[in-house]
């Protein structure tokens, strides 16, 4: 073999070489691009289940007391969704009882008042004018059934259940947006009222000409730490 040979060969392995190293590192980089997604999708899906916010309610058919956690999300935080546990002193009961609701509530628009009133120094104060809630409440109790018990006539309750309870109720909201420099433990503060009622009480007000809307409607107030 002549020197020009020799050399052309080893120039031409000295290339396969590279490109198969090249080869290796681009294989490499795509399999750790697809394993960093699905880690990155693992960490969003963690990360979508901590709570954002903790909200105290009064009132609202589910307990003269209710606390519990929540989830906002939207593009601006529009949708919310809550699960609280209530109580209700016995009464006339033999006991007191619990409760446990899931909620929903939809906020359209905001008011951002800091830009109306120049006069606020730090922080920001935000008003939700209109917040829509449907909710679904459970009691806890042998007292309470889902489904007719035998020893009533057919159909003497028709579809309602005395366990579940269907809500709607509307509110407004308005939230302090704490100043960054002051922050703790929450990004912001809302204050809220709901104005509702129940499945029951609207076959109630169908089928009672003496039943009024306010005989029907219940206040509820209530506060949200927001944590996210």
């Known amino acids: 073999m002549s020197l020009n040979k020799f050399v052309i060969s080893i120039m031409m392995l000295t290339c396969s070489v590279h490109v198969m190293a090249d080869d290796s590192i681009n294989v490499a980089q795509e399999g750790n691009s697809k394993f960093e997604q699905r880690l990155r999708r693992k960490q969003q899906f963690w990360a979508s289940l901590i709570p954002t916010h903790f909200v105290v309610q009064n009132a609202g058919n589910m307990g003269v007391l209710s606390a519990g956690i929540g989830w906002s999300y939207g593009k601006r935080r529009q949708w919310e969704t809550d699960l609280l546990f209530g109580y209700i002193p016995k009464h006339d009961s033999s006991r007191g ?12 628009w905001d008011i951002d008042l800091t830009h109306i009133s120049h006069k606020i120094p730090e922080g920001r104060w935000i008003f939700k004018p209109l917040t829509a809630s449907v909710y679904l409440n459970t009691v806890y109790g042998h007292e309470f059934w889902k489904s007719q018990p035998g020893r009533y006539p057919d159909k003497y309750y028709q579809f309602m259940s005395t366990k579940f309870r269907l809500n709607v109720a509307f509110g407004q909201r308005i939230t302090f947006v704490i100043p960054e420099s002051k922050r703790r433990r929450n990004s912001r503060m809302s204050l809220f009222y709901e104005v509702g009622t129940c499945d029951l009480y609207l076959r109630s007000l169908i089928q009672g000409s003496d039943v009024k809307l306010k005989d029907i409607l219940g206040l509820s107030i209530g506060v949200k730490f927001h944590n996210l």
């Open 97 to 108: 009882k619990l409760t446990t609701t899931l909620k929903g509530n939809f906020i359209p």
